[in-house]
């Protein structure tokens, strides 16, 4: 693992490597009962999900970034991976699941960590709350829908002039051309492509980082489920 966070230039502690380490053994328990991972064995937890989680941290710690939110955050990648060694933002953990929404909790309490908490809620309903609408430096999320389904997702919450960021293989790529339409209706522009390197890991991965560029139209976030049965096209 330290070698890994090495390769990623990340400025962890000993007791970064200690939670991270309880993080692990809380998802092998849990997994047992509840579908959180598909592989929960430490070095493909170390590499598919921690190191594939932490290729935000050098754009999040080079940013004036206080507030970041994680969208479809299920076993806690990328924002309690996040969390765990960004100890100056706070992050908001959105996790539809009740289960998978408890096990945050629990993982958050377990291991001490002070700069996240976890909202069991539909990302629809939450874009919509004076609290949280246009409220965060960066909206985030990892394997949570087909991109212009997680443009609506995001948007709503990313504040005028905040970043929508999104983590893809390389072959999305091709499809960005497809929803370019979509980013336009809601603010969006593209900001960076950017090529990421994660440890041991085969596949080509990006991070796709979008400006928010105007405050979202008020019709987003659609009803919930809307964004996924309807995309924007």
């Known amino acids: 693992m330290k070698s890994g966070l090495t390769r990623l230039c990340i400025d ?17 328990e849990y997994s047992r009962s509840m579908n959180l991972v598909g592989n929960s064995e430490f070095c ?9 989680s932490l290729a935000l941290y050098k754009y999040l710690t080079n940013h004036d970034f206080k ?12 924002g309690l991976a996040l969390a765990i060694f960004i100890s100056s933002v706070k992050f908001t953990l959105i996790e539809s699941n009740a289960k998978k ?9 377990s291991i001490g960590i002070r700069n996240a908490v976890v909202l069991n809620d539909r990302a629809e309903n939450v874009g919509r709350l004076a609290e949280y609408r246009e409220n965060f430096d960066a909206a985030v999320a990892r394997a949570l829908a087909k991109t212009p389904t997680s443009f609506e997702l995001l948007s709503p919450l990313a504040k005028e002039n905040g970043y929508v960021i999104l983590y893809k293989s390389r072959r999305a790529m091709k499809e960005m051309v497809h ?24 596949e080509e991965r990006i991070l796709l980082i979008y400006r928010k560029i105007t405050p979202t139209p008020q019709r987003y976030p659609r009803r919930s489920g809307i964004p996924q049965k309807r995309p924007i096209l």
């Open 12 to 28: 962890f502690k000993q007791i970064d490597i200690e939670r991270t380490i309880r993080y692990f053994e809380l998802i092998a």
């Open 44 to 52: 493909n937890l170390a590499v598919r999900h921690l190191f594939d």
């Open 67 to 78: 507030k970041v939110v994680d969208v479809g955050s299920g076993a806690g990648f990328p």
């Open 101 to 109: 929404s408890n096990f945050l909790k629990t993982v958050i309490d």
């Open 179 to 202: 929803y370019s339409t979509t980013a336009k209706i809601l603010s969006l522009q593209l900001d960076v492509v950017m090529d990421v390197e994660v440890p041991n890991l085969q």
